[in-house]
Every structure is written in C-alpha cells, then in structure tokens.
C-alpha cells in the first residue's frame, strides 16, 4: 500500500493514551439483521461510551498533547459530537476547550457541549460557516484549532477502531464506514489494508452531502454550495485535500445512499438490533439496502459511529420508516 498521512505504529501508541472506557468497543454477529439483509453482518459499536461516538478517540489524543503544552486551550467547530468528545476529553485534563457550532445543530448535542463544561458559540449558515469561525477564534486567541479529519490525531484515534476490528481474525470480507469529513473512514481503511489488504472498505455517503463521495469518484476536491440531509455528522461540503488523498489509498469504493434508505436503516437497527442510533450510523445498513445483490452471501461488517440523536425526530423517522419482517 501506498504511504498515506497515517502510521500504524502511532496508532498502536495511541491506544495508551485513550482512557479505556472508549477503546475495545462491542463487535459481534447481529443475526436477526441477516434474514432481511441478506448477507452476514457484524456490527462495530462505538455508541456505548460516555460521548456516545467514535470521536474521543481522537480527541484523547489530541488532548494528551495539549495537556503538556503552556497553551492549555482548544478550539473546534462541530456538528455536535467531535464537541461533546473534546469537551469531555479537555474536562478531564484542564483544558479551556471552546466549541463553534451552527446555531442549527441538534439540540440534544448542544446541550451536551455545554453540559460537559465547554464554551459553546453559535454561528448562523451551516457547519463551514462554523469552521471559518472556529479558525478566526484560534487565530485570535493564538490557541490551537483542531480540525476534524485534517488533524491526523483524529484519524489516528479513529484507526484504533481498525485494530480492534483487525485483532479479532476477521472472517469479514467488508467494512462499511460512514463518511464525512474522512477521518473514521481513513483511519480504519489505513489499518485494514495495511493488515488485510484483501478486505473490501467501501465509504458510504448520504446523497443529500455528497461532497466526499464526488471528490473520491473524480479524484480531486469537488465542493457543494450545500446539504440536504438528516445525517448532520457527515453533511460537509469542503473536503480537506490532504484527507482526500489519504482516502483514495484506503477506500476501495464510496457509495451515495437515499434518505428514504437511512431512515429505513434507522427503524432496522432499532426492531433487529435493539439500537437507537443517528442517522450517521445507520449508513451501512442503507448501502446494503440499495444493493442487496452486491453484498448477498458476504460477510459485512458495519461501524455504528455515534447514538447523539434528537429525541422527538428520531420518533418521526422511525414512525414514517417501513417496517422489515422476517
């Protein structure tokens, strides 16, 4: 494999400065998902920890670093769960973190940020109008701005995901992993190939923020003048050039799902697997909805990245989803 940004041996060291509780997440065969689906399907949970998302395995890393440094502050925009994982990674060290996020995010993520002791500041437009202000913050302040996806310790913290997967022999074929900005999808590609290049990683994106997905099919940046999406964690519309080459090493394929499809994903993770999840999460599902036929006989396994959900639309969602049947 091609060198990407990402060392396997940082993340292998990453995994001694996230605190437990985040690492060695659930992975196991959910069968009552196969009937409907049609193919085996593992499922990688990174929901049951205290931010309820993969993102504080990159925050504790970021956090680690800060902790050492005389500039003892952080700043970073989000859509709500890269917010509430630096906030409870920069609780625990001392860290002034501040987060910029759009005054449009969900309520239930906002609420969390603030709950965990960070400064929350709300800008109006979406979550790039939030990036710009995060970054004016940074320069102001002369603090340090972490980037999603861009920051390789976000990636890194990510691929531990990968190792954990990789550690347990898969008899798995393909993972499916979400798609935003790029640092879970590269993160756990990179350790995948550089472990079991013969394991199909394939991105799935939401057609309503394609972004990423048009720039890895073209193989150059391509940037929407907007999102039409209810998978607010992965609705970015700038990719990050430095991620997009990373993830045209790792990623055999990056697919664009319907929301009819995520919304379908949803109620399914929920009647099979017992998990109320945010639309981000029920990706994999989605793509194998559309496509039942590339994935029939396979053995997929599927990252559910986060559960930070607005209460009331998830009952709208679930309420309007088909219901599958055995």
């Given at each position: ?37 049609g193919c085996a ?74 709950a965990l002791g ?44 990968g190792l954990e ?162």
């Open positions: 494999m091609q060198e990407t940004r990402l060392d396997t041996t940082r993340i292998r060291a990453a995994r001694q400065v996230i605190d437990p509780v985040f690492l060695n997440t659930p992975l196991y065969r959910c069968e009552a998902l196969e009937p409907v689906l399907v593992s499922i990688k949970l990174e929901t049951a920890n205290p931010v309820r998302s993969f993102k504080a395995r990159g925050t504790e890393v970021v956090a680690s670093g800060l902790a050492d440094r005389a500039a003892r502050a952080a700043v970073c925009a989000s859509a709500g769960n890269l917010g509430q994982a630096l906030a409870w990674s920069g609780r625990g060290r001392g860290l002034d973190i501040t987060v910029v996020a759009s005054r449009f995010a969900t309520r239930a993520k906002l609420d969390r940020i603030r960070a400064g929350l500041e709300l800008v109006d437009g979406d979550h790039e109008a939030a990036r710009e202000r995060a970054a004016a913050i940074a320069r102001y302040d002369g603090i340090r701005l972490v980037e999603d996806s861009l920051d390789i310790e976000t990636c890194e913290g990510a691929a531990t995901i997967l990789m550690d347990t022999a898969p008899s798995f074929d393909t993972v499916l992993v979400a798609l935003g900005g790029g640092a879970l999808a590269t993160g756990v590609g990179h350790v995948v190939k550089a472990l079991a290049p013969e394991v199909e990683v394939i991105c799935v994106q939401p057609l309503g923020a394609p972004a990423m997905t048009r720039s890895w099919h073209r193989r150059r940046v391509v940037t929407t003048d907007s999102t039409d999406t209810i998978a607010d964690g992965v609705a970015g519309r700038r990719p990050v050039p430095a991620v997009l080459d990373d993830l045209l090493l790792v990623a055999d394929d990056a697919v664009l799902v319907q929301e009819a499809s995520i919304i379908a994903g949803l109620r399914m993770l929920l009647d099979h697997a017992g998990l109320v999840v945010e639309p981000s999460a029920a990706l994999g599902i989605a793509a194998v909805l559309e496509d039942r036929d590339r994935f029939a006989g396979r053995h997929v396994v599927t990252v559910v990245c986060g559960s930070n959900v607005d209460v009331d639309a998830y009952r709208r969602w679930v309420s309007a989803a088909p219901v599958h049947r055995v």
